[in-house]
């Protein structure tokens, strides 16, 4: 996570509740402060603030990122709200094991502020819906890689910016919970 962590919520809510057959081992913010550690600590799951420092490259920075997470052994890690740009030095030692969640349809809104340039869009014209997807982190290419399950969210008239944010922020919760527990049922089925 990165900061307010709504979905890191929601998949705490679905493990808990038993939706989702899957337990939160950590929770790891790049940024200190994050309201996403606090719903951690909150849920018992250690919550672990690891800030770049200026000194170090990014491939430093990943690669002790990587030792970190490896720590914890996860099956699978979850980029829900991380809005650092990995590169190979963290996604290579985890290969087919990350799923980044993005706020518009897979080839579309590539990297920050995906929903206000989907709203500007639709203002321009350009599109009539948007939506959500979920897909694996392979290499460095921002926001695309294989998609694992994508909803399209219609952008009705009377939208003003913020209905259009909580339509696809309520989407995404859900698909992000069905996205893992799709790729946890492969796992226990031996398919991953
Ligand atoms: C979510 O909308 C997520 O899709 C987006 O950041 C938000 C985090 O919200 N991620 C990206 O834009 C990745 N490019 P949250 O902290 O409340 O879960």
Known sequence: ISGNGSNLQ????ASRNGTLDADVVAVVSNKA??????????AGVPAIVFPKSKEETREVYDARLADLVEGYHP?????????R???????????????????ALPGTFAGVNAIE????????????????MVHYVLDESVD??????????????EYTLHDLEAKIHACEHELLVKSIQQLVTQMEDGHA
């Not at 099956?75 to 809005?83: C, K, P, Q, S, T």
């Not at 639709?122 to 939506?131: A, K, Q």
Request: hydrophobic share 50%; net charge neutral.
């Open 10 to 13: 929601a998949v705490l809510d």
């Open 33 to 42: 402060g994050a309201v996403g550690l606090e719903r951690a600590k909150k």
């Open 75 to 83: 099956d699978l890690i979850v980029l829900a709200g991380w809005m």
């Open 85 to 103: 740009l990995l590169t190979m030095a963290f996604i290579g030692r985890f290969p087919k094991k990350i799923i980044n969640l993005h706020p």
């Open 117 to 132: 340039r989907a709203y500007a869009a639709y203002e321009n014209f350009e599109i009539c819906s948007t939506g959500v």
């Open 144 to 157: 695309q890689g294989p998609v694992i399950d994508q909803q399209v969210v219609p952008i009705e008239p």
